[in-house]
């Protein structure tokens, strides 16, 4: 098995511990839909700093966690020494009939040619394997999005589509990728999930945290004045009583090989 590292780590795994833990919060209901069992082998693919493979482990499961990310996966091992973390691209997985479940929170809306990943995962599967995951589904955080590439466009700078860095795809896309991959597709699912971000700071917070991309080219002085513009623009839809609220929605899905 290779392992795989990224030049760039953009990832804070403190700053995602401490101000971005509602992540793993959410994944719970997801470990739920999973419905782990004990002794199943389950690579967790996008593990972050590990809490819910932590959690897939509680129910007797052998994990093996990965994520592209270097800092998240020194994190992991700290918090969690006794389940097997290691640095790996999710369109470049090796593994061959290993895994009884594939299971996936918050991270394939960074994964990019999907259709390469699926191919993979299908692949770690043992036949009768299921792939489980959440992620950014259509029109993901739009609201916020639209603020920030037209305040990037109204102070004079030019939005170029290959900065946006995420793959929202509808459950119609996402489920005719898995087929094409060979998956029975039993389940997808397209939902709101509007997301209290944690903090008076909480939408600022949010773009530092996982909208850098967007920004690429400009300044620190010239983004952090977008930033600002932004909040006071959003401030009356996704503010409400002390809480920003981000306009997430999801898609869950789940394949059977
Ligand atoms: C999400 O979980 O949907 C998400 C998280 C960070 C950035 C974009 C989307």
Redesign the pocket.
Known sequence: MKSFQTTKDIWDANLYDHKHSF?SKYGNSLVELLNPQQGEKILDLGCGTGDLANALYEHGAKIVGVDKSQNMVEQAISKFPHIEFMVQDATNLDYDHEFDAVFSN?TL?WVQPADKALSGIYKSLKQGGRFVAE??GKG??QTIINEIIQQIQETGFEFNRSQFP?YYPSIAEYSTLMEEAGFRVTYAQHYDRPTPLDGENGLKN?IHM??KNLFEGLNEHTTNEIISTVEHNLKEILYNDGTWIAD?K?IRVIGIK
């Open positions: 992540v918050a809306h992620f950014g993901n955080v995420w949010w996982f909208g997430y999801r």
